[in-house]
């Protein structure tokens, strides 16, 4: 069964920083990696999807990587500022065999950003 | 402007009483996804449906029902069997399920109801 383990749980910054956030699972058989958005109370922004295949995708401040064999994908964002302030959740799609699109989620980073 | 609306926001529900939560969306996706997000436990998968007329269980379906007759539309029924109903709903879609049933694209989600038993 796939899991997905994500650390910090939280992390605390002062505006300007470069941060990484962490995503680990354990079945590296994935299709595809998604790094989602949670504001409070609110539903998930899609973020970055990176295919299998693929070694990272860029979107502005965010850069996010996958390690396939080592089960690992990093989420860089550069240049911090208050406004990122949300919970961050990484979810992997597949763990060998059919997935039908069925997503595995790990527990998410909150991160505030303080001027 | 496209998108995936969820309705009420905001739902209060009554012991033994089933409340129907709406997910709608006008993306052409053939995939349609509900969760549920409790405190400290992540977001966990109660059905999913593949395309019209066809739905399957995911991880936690007890205690809740759906239907899938339209392309844009996948209600979500609470029924009483389920006991603790109360956490926050979200709906997602994505484009399918390609050869040998792999997802494909990304999955999107809507703003989420807050269901409260009271």
């Known amino acids: 069964k796939q899991e997905v383990t994500q650390i910090p749980a939280a992390l605390s910054v002062p505006e300007g920083e470069n941060l990484v956030l962490n995503c680990s699972f354990t079945?590296?058989?994935?299709?595809?990696l998604q790094w989602f958005r949670q504001d409070p109370g609110k539903g998930l922004t899609s973020l970055l999807l990176i295919q299998s295949s693929q070694r990272e995708q860029t979107s502005g401040r965010l850069n996010a990587s996958l390690d396939k064999s080592s089960g690992r994908s990093t989420l860089y964002i550069a240049a911090s500022q208050p406004g990122d302030s949300a919970t961050y959740l990484c979810?992997?799609?597949?763990?060998?065999?059919?997935?039908?699109?069925?997503?595995?989620f790990g527990q998410g980073t909150i991160l505030t950003v303080h001027p | 402007d496209g998108g995936i609306t969820q309705s009420p926001k905001y739902l209060f529900r009554k012991e033994g009483q089933n409340v129907t939560l709406s997910c709608e969306q006008n993306?052409?996706?053939?995939?349609m996804y509900w969760y549920r997000q409790d405190p400290g436990q992540g977001l966990r998968l109660i059905y999913y449906s593949q395309i019209v007329n066809d739905f399957q269980k995911g991880d936690i379906a007890e205690g809740y029902s759906v239907s899938r007759e339209k392309k844009e539309s996948f209600p979500l029924t609470v029924t009483s069997a389920q006991k603790n109903p109360t956490a926050f709903y979200l709906c997602?879609?994505?484009?399918?399920?390609?050869?040998?049933?792999?997802?494909?694209?990304?999955?999107?989600f809507g703003p989420g109801t807050r269901l409260t038993v009271l």
């Open positions: 993306l052409n996706h053939d995939a």
């Open positions: 979810a992997v799609d597949g763990a060998g065999g059919t997935s039908y699109g069925k997503l595995t």
């Open positions: 997602a879609s994505s484009i399918g399920v390609g050869r040998q049933g792999r997802g494909q694209g990304g999955q999107f």
């Open positions: 079945d590296s058989a994935i299709y595809n």
